[in-house]
């Protein structure tokens, strides 16, 4: 059989620890045999990012504004252990927060649904995507505790130098505090933008919701650019898709979605989204199924697992003891970077073969094949549970 041959290279953003090494296995045992892999390789390794003053990972977001697709391995954030474990010269920032501010994107989660893990909200039986607006409001707010006797105000200076005042509270008889909190409307553009063009992408419909009965300025602007963006950009394109953008209240979108089959992308508020994509994630079982996808406004996307690089794995693997790591979300992430590339550059087959390792993937699993995380929780009778490698060589057989 001839492998299957891509035009533009993947983007391919390898990461640290447990992950690094499931990264090479997925190439190895599902991917190099199949397809004549065509990638633009950055190390975004804790070492690499330290000896190149973290240029590496700005350099790998850049190729992805360039090429459009990119696959990341789940990385390192550096706290104060790791700079002593990596004698680091600096304390390095996210990866996954510079990239996503170069491409200015917005991150949609969702659950991989296998038989025999089952949701624990039951109706959930179709995959539910949250997408966090990932800039400002309380992540970027200025807070401070007022004493007895002031007063706090709202002062807006304009490019004259003349201020506006709005009281917002006389703290006469109390102590209490106060919070500065913002956004701004290219930001939100951006975020509308983004979740349109996936709900487009992935044809499931889009719900918004804000507190905008309450919030009659800040949340309103939310609910208005979106409103606006939909009208003149999208509706024509979601009408014939036959998909539906759908507003509402913020308290109602939670009521709703508990009593819905899932199946749609819920945009969310930064603060409504951090909150959601972990109760959606643990509702659905497993961190180990759960895919992630970045999605900047002009249609760059960069696919990656949901969870960090597994250190306590790592770790017992280092001691040489077996490890039964899930890499599952890890597949996904290389399925949706090839499905999207074959997309984009009308390779057929590169598509195809994502579709396939997808389906040989869930069918090791509901075969009974899964690893510890899943092995815990299956429902399934005839289950068994095998390592991380294992794992892998189980689906590349059926493949
Ligand atoms: P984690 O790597 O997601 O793992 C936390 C725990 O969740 C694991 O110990 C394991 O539980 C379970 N788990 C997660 N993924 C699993 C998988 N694929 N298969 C089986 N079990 C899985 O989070 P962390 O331990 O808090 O963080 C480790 C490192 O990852 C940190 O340095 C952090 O900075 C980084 N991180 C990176 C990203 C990213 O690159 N996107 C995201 C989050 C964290 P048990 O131990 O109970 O088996
Ligand atoms: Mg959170």
Redesign the pocket.
Known sequence: MSKIQMKTPLVEMD?????RI?WQLIKDELIHPFVDLKSEYYDLGLERRDSTNDQITVDSANATKKYGVAV????????AQ?MTEYKLKEMWR???GTIRAILDGTVFRAPIIVKGVESLVPGWTKPLTIARHAYGDMYRNVEAVVPTGAKAELVITDKDGKETRRLIHEFSDTDGVIQGIHNTDKSIKSFARSCFKFALDTKQGLTFATKDTISKTYDHRFKDIFEDIYNKEYRSKFEAAGIEYFYTLIDDAAARVVRNNGGYIWACKNYDGDVMSDLVASAFG???MMT?VLVSPDGAYEY??????????YYNHLKGQET???????IFAWTGALNKRGELDSIHELSEFAKRLEKATISTIEDGVM???LFAISTLENKRKVNTQEFIKEIAKRL
């Open positions: 990461g640290d620890e447990m992950t499931i990341k391995c789940a990385t390192i954030t550096p706290n790791r996210s990866p996954n497993s961190l180990g992630s990656e697992a949901a969870h960090g690089t597994v250190t306590r794995h039964s790591t899930n890499s599952v979300a890890t690893t510890g995380d």
